[in-house]
Nanobody, 113 residues
């Protein structure tokens, strides 16, 4: 069993930045693929960013050039740096592992216009 704990969410004005963290309870960050998802009210959960075990990254078109996913294996932590935030980025952000799937509890990000 793996626990994932996200933090770093909050309220920010449009154009601002936040950095989300996801800490895993075991040393899996450099072994599993790690994802960030988000879910806005009334919408389906969507994949935002991915980092594979070999460090390859991928992003949703809506966040490319603004968000950066990274990890520090020694800290069992994955980050999501979010810059140039827009009101449409408002959502609960979740961390997830794969192929063995574990989810965190989510952290709320609210971007005001």
């Amino acid at each position: 069993q793996v626990q994932l704990v996200e933090s770093g969410g909050g309220l920010v004005q449009a154009g601002g930045s936040l950095r989300l963290s996801c800490v895993a309870s075991r040393s899996i960050v450099g072994i599993y693929t790690m994802n960030w998802f988000r879910q806005a009210p009334g919408k389906q959960r969507e994949l935002v960013a991915t980092i594979t075990r070999n460090g390859s990254t991928n992003y949703a078109d809506s966040v490319k050039g603004r968000f950066t996913i990274s990890r520090v294996n020694a800290k069992n932590t994955v980050y999501l740096q979010m810059n140039s935030l827009k009101p449409e980025d408002t959502a609960v952000y979740y961390c997830r592992t794969s192929p063995q799937v574990y989810w965190g509890q989510g952290t709320q990000v609210t971007v005001s216009s």
